[in-house]
């Protein structure tokens, strides 16, 4: 398979020995946390705990922060700059300071409930932005009063909820921006039971709706802004925090216990409080929460951060689950990131919950990850392997049969341009042999650091790794023979810990194998084995073509068609043996670099990727590697950076996936060419694959590269409906479109043989994908499709099914 996730050209002049500085730059890299959270340090007078944040989005928000028993400790931090800068203020709290909760309007009006020295009630304003401040002279009774949550609807509607007093939860509303208050009649308000209280900042808001908890599972509830009560009761003995996505959608969490045996249960309504659902929690029940965000306009998707005892040395951990809690991901463990406040799936801000260590400076923490939205595909279905730690990058897949599939992953410092060095010990392989229903794990144990090459498997329980052992070990080939969950060490194959660097291993059989390395002593280094690697020949330098100065492979980059064998070099040029590895001969691409594939008609494509400017080269070759020549057709005039190309078995197809300028954030496409990459035809515009092996036209994998943060996904192919397409067999039926030429709306229908799923695409003169549309189980459909807005030129309508497919030239006014 082609794969250009390959090293910056720097690298080329690293790779042969490891120095002293080397390791110390792994060492440096290898904190093993997926980049979920970006931590700041706002300049707090003391060590503080968070315990309220107020975020307007990726820019601004607000941090309260106080020390538990410690005088004039509550301050509050403000950025309006994403973090590059913060502004900190004093709350003028006499004596020992519990503020619970706060409120922000506009750009620089602030609210703070507090008590002054566990008594005495007080809300303060500033409008300022917490250079001044003044009492807003709530009617708190300074002996009894507690206040629990504050929430500004707007710029003069404020709400304040407090513990009962005279009987009656202590409600007060403002219109008028705190100049005055009043309190909620008791009448408007469910009696408290006896006993019953509040928790500070236990409530939520949304739209007219706003709630909040109690200590006896009670959940208090106004759709008309706080004027007017009801109350339900919840399955939990009490309510330690709660949020809603909308007014049905929400949760409610509770901990119970002290100390070792803290037990966490939480529960989810989809009817505003009528029902109730237990909650799966991450890890079972004996984590604490810090919080539970439900996601801004989203039904499905919720992120909690956890801890376990002791809180101070526990496990810090950010988990997501995209189906309302029935599962959930880890996405990253380390930050002590409490009060996770989001505002849309990519922006997000949390802050260290204290208490924390005196002397230590307070962290809050800004949400820089993917974006948390599940993959979503009608082509590729994405699976968690379930790696602990979750965030891994694919380095090969390989497809056995529909059924069993491996796949290698390590772990890499990735940013938006580009991959950089590995970090960590941390190699892991999946393997599922029910098609993905199921996956076992398991640990390599190449060395650390550790840089993975390829992975060759042969059937269930038998597989190769190669790699390199950088803590001195060299290069590797390690084997299983129990599925991944054991892996033995080769140590017959004679590679120079210090010199070798081997970057491919392939067995055709229990017996038969190749393994090669860049060159050293003037040659490429290249070794078969007859018996399983138990002795291995190295390859007279005389049966192979010598090496450019500087020339070498790269991990992965080979490929195999019966006894012929191919790998690609740093200088454009292609070696090949039709002997199975004892002796080769080599050609020029007329490329610089690249990457290359080769199809079953021994036809194959060398890929360039210029990473600084995201442009992409292909070039064909249509006698096995011999001679090649440019091909012109390349999606988006080649100013994209192509992840992985593959052609498809039995077919005369080749799949390629790319992304534009970002390695993270995509655009993540993928494309398909009947005509030997002449034209393309782009199938899907959402799922970011980098790694790809098809076995068959309708059984394929890909594999996610590394991203910021979130699960190592695997993708199986479940585009049936585009086996006909791929094997471009014509579809037998009739297929009309109509006006055409179009301006508005372009009118489809077929009739087939017998029902079928049936995919519509819309593809421009380019290739570009304007519109897909999945029918299942049907033998016979009208469609309309929206034209009006699409420029004028030509366009390809393509009728799909696991039968063949049928493609109309669409003409657009």
């Not at 949020?243 to 509770?254: A, K, L, R």
């Not at 070759?621 to 052609?647: A, K, Q, V």
């Not at 996904?713 to 397409?725: A, E, P």
Request: net charge negative; aromatic share 12%.
């Amino acid at each position: 398979m082609i794969k250009n996730f390959t090293f910056p050209a720097s690298w080329s002049q690293m790779r042969w020995g490891l120095t002293a500085t080397t390791l110390l730059a792994c060492a440096l890299f290898n904190t093993g946390q997926a980049q979920t959270w970006q931590s700041f340090t706002p300049p707090f007078r003391d060590t503080l705990g968070i315990y309220d944040i107020i975020a307007k989005g990726s820019q601004t928000a607000w941090f309260l922060g106080f020390r538990f028993g410690e005088e004039n400790s509550a301050q509050i931090a403000g950025t309006v700059d994403g973090g590059a800068s913060f502004n900190v203020v004093d709350i003028p709290i006499a004596g020992v300071p519990y503020t619970p909760c706060m409120a922000v309007t506009g750009d620089s009006t602030l609210y703070v409930m507090a008590l002054q020295d566990w008594g005495n009630a007080v809300t303060l304003k500033s409008t300022d932005g917490g250079k001044n401040w003044a009492n807003t002279k709530t009617p708190w009774d300074p002996s009894v009063s507690w206040p629990d949550y504050i929430h500004a609807f707007s710029d003069s509607l404020i709400l304040q909820i407090g513990d009962p007093r005279d009987g009656e939860f202590e409600i007060y509303r403002s219109k008028d921006a705190g100049a005055s208050w009043a309190r909620i009649d008791g009448a408007e308000i469910p009696d408290p039971r006896s006993g019953e209280f509040g928790f500070n900042n236990c409530g939520d808001q949304v739209g007219s709706h706003i709630w909040f908890g109690t200590n006896q599972g009670r959940l208090y509830h106004s759709a008309d802004e706080g004027a007017s009560w009801d109350a339900m009761q919840t399955p939990l003995d009490g309510i330690g925090a709660l949020s809603f996505s909308d007014e049905d959608h929400g949760i409610v969490v509770g901990m119970y216990g002290i100390a070792d045996s803290v037990q966490t249960l939480a529960f989810h309504t989809e009817d505003g409080g009528r029902n109730w659902t237990e909650l799966s929690i991450p890890v079972g029940t004996i984590y604490h929460y810090y919080g539970v965000p439900y996601y801004f306009k989203n039904r499905s998707v919720i992120v909690a951060t956890t801890y376990t005892n002791p809180q101070l040395f526990g496990v810090n951990q950010t988990w997501v689950s995209f189906d309302r809690g029935a599962n959930w991901i880890l996405y990253s463990e380390g930050e002590i990131a409490g009060w996770p406040e989001f505002t849309s799936p990519q922006n997000g801000w949390a802050g260290e919950w204290g208490p924390i260590l005196p002397g230590e400076p307070t962290k809050v923490f800004k949400y820089i990850g993917q974006a948390l939205v599940p993959p979503s595909s009608n082509i590729w279905q994405a699976f968690d392997p379930g790696y602990t730690p979750p965030n891994l990058g694919c380095s090969a897949i390989e497809v056995l049969n529909p059924q069993t599939v491996w796949a290698l992953h390590a772990h890499y410092s990735v940013n938006d341009s580009l991959y950089g060095f590995f970090v960590d010990s941390l190699v892991r392989t999946a393997r599922t042999t029910d098609g993905g229903a199921s996956w076992q794990t398991g640990y390599v144990p190449v060395g650390n650091p550790a840089f993975v090459a390829n992975l060759c498997a042969i059937d269930a329980q038998t597989a190769w790794v190669a790699g390199i052992d950088a803590s001195g070990g060299g290069s590797k080939i390690l084997k299983t023979e129990d599925g991944g969950q054991t892996w033995k060490h080769l140590t017959t194959a004679p590679w120079d810990p210090v010199v070798s660097w081997v970057n491919f291993v392939h067995f055709w059989s229990p017996a038969k194998g190749v393994t090669m390395g860049d060159p050293r002593d003037g040659e490429f280094e290249i070794y078969l084995t007859g018996n399983g690697g138990q002795f291995w020949s190295r390859v007279p330098g005389d049966k192979i073509p010598d090496p450019l100065p500087g020339e070498f492979g790269y991990n992965n980059d080979f490929d195999v068609l019966g006894n012929t064998i191919w790998f690609g070099t740093n200088k454009g040029r292609v070696f090949r043996s039709d002997n199975a590895g004892a002796s080769w001969q080599v050609y020029d691409t007329g490329l610089p670099d690249g990457s290359l594939e080769f199809g079953d008609n021994g036809h194959g494509i060398f890929s360039y990727v210029d990473f600084s400017n995201s442009k992409t080269e292909l070039r064909i070759s249509r006698d096995r590697g011999e001679t090649w020549t440019e091909l012109n057709g390349i999606p988006e005039g080649g100013n994209i950076r192509m992840n992985s190309l593959e052609f498809v078995p039995g077919s005369n197809v080749i799949v390629m996936t790319t992304t534009n300028a970002s390695l993270l954030h995509g655009l993540f496409r993928t494309w398909i060419s009947a005509d030997d990459g002449m034209t393309w035809k782009e199938i899907d515009h959402s799922t970011n694959i980098g790694w790809m092996e098809f076995s068959s036209p309708s059984v394929g994998w890909g594999g996610q590269p590394q991203v910021l943060n979130g699960p190592s996904y695997l993708f199986k192919y479940t585009g049936s409906v585009l086996t006909g397409l791929l094997t471009a067999k014509a579809l037998e039926m009739e297929v009309q479109a109509w006006p055409n030429p179009v301006h508005e709306q372009l009118h489809l229908s077929f009739r087939a043989p017998e029902a079928e799923d049936f995919i519509l695409l819309l593809n421009d003169a380019q290739g570009k994908l304007i519109e897909r549309r999945l029918l299942r189980g049907v033998s016979m459909a009208t469609e309309v499709l929206e034209t009006q807005h699409l420029p004028a030129g030509n366009y390809h309508l393509t009728v799909a099914s696991a039968s063949g497919s049928k493609s109309l030239a669409i003409i657009v006014h």
